[in-house]
């Protein structure tokens, strides 16, 4: 079935250059892009949805704290707190 699709300027002669370096047609770059589109695109997870909880930050210091430049002061906190608690617990029996 033809189509005709109006491209700009700028992806007529990336794809003229894609076309050349592969020695294959505009017409089954334009097939290859689309197929490849449309199967990415059938309701499939990406991998990144599918391990988003894993990713990020794996602390309680704030998003914005500079990390780096406060580790000293955020591993003192972390182990007087931890310490603070066996103090409490130990109190209390």
């Known amino acids: 079935m033809p189509l005709t699709v109006r491209?700009?300027?700028r992806v007529e002669l990336?794809?003229?250059e894609y076309c050349v370096k592969r020695r294959i047609t505009k017409c089954e770059a334009v097939k290859q892009a689309l197929m490849e589109f449309l199967s990415a695109n059938t309701g499939k997870?990406?991998?990144y949805d599918l391990g988003?909880?894993?990713f990020g930050p794996h602390t309680d210091?704030?998003?914005t704290e500079d990390i780096a430049r406060?580790?000293?002061r955020l591993l003192r906190e972390y182990f007087r707190g931890k310490k603070g608690n066996k103090r409490k617990a130990m109190g209390a029996k």
């Open 52 to 54: 988003k909880d894993l």
């Open 45 to 47: 997870p990406s991998a």
């Open 14 to 16: 990336e794809l003229a």
């Open 70 to 72: 406060h580790s000293g």
């Open 7 to 9: 491209l700009p300027g």
């Open 61 to 63: 210091a704030a998003s």
